[in-house]
């Protein structure tokens, strides 16, 4: 009976010190994920683009932010996620225009990753209707190349909650997004 006892103790301490490691430990980001966010280091990057026809679509991108959601149900189990975001707001004056908001306003995320320790993680980019997902970004984030072009060849999703979409954009590790080029071919080039 004593065995018994000491088992059953045995066993719940182990379940306790489980369940608090899960809720205790964080994953961080690599110094690739980071590189992604270094443009976006200033509060409130406004960035206007203008078309080669005239058009100007003026963006705000927020300061990057990282987070931390926690999980603590039997459903879903106890573990914190860690989160590394970038939103993006289009103008009210500005050529694009997003066709969908959500419930609470909140602006579009340009990027999200999201990373869980010792589990999944998440990665989004999305800019004008581009979505890329974590398998193409798993393939391109260790680049030492200056920019990147996004192409929807590679997006996961095209044309998302936009009323233009585009074709591609030039991602340029220092100063964000430099330009795109729309669904009509028409070239947007950064003029700040």
Known sequence: MKLYNSLV????????VTLLSACLGNASFSEDEYKFVRPFSDTNNIVIYKSSKGQTDTVLFSRWETD??????IEQGYYNENVLSVNYELSNNSFHKITVKSIN???????????????YSN???????????????????STKDA???????????????????????TF???KGVVSFIDDDGVDWVRIN
Do not use: M, W
């Open 123 to 141: 990665k989004e980019i999305c800019f004008l209707g581009l979505l890329f997902d974590k398998e193409y970004l798993e393939n391109i984030i």
């Open 9 to 16: 103790y045995i066993i719940i301490l182990s379940v306790i």
């Open 105 to 119: 306003n909140e602006p579009d995320h340009f990027l999200f990753f999201g990373k869980a320790k010792n589990s």
């Open 172 to 174: 340029d590790f220092n």
């Open 68 to 73: 931390t959601i926690k999980y603590r149900s």
């Open 147 to 169: 920019s990147i072009v996004f192409s929807r060849h590679n997006a996961k999703y095209s044309g998302l909650n936009i009323n233009q979409g585009i074709k591609s954009f």
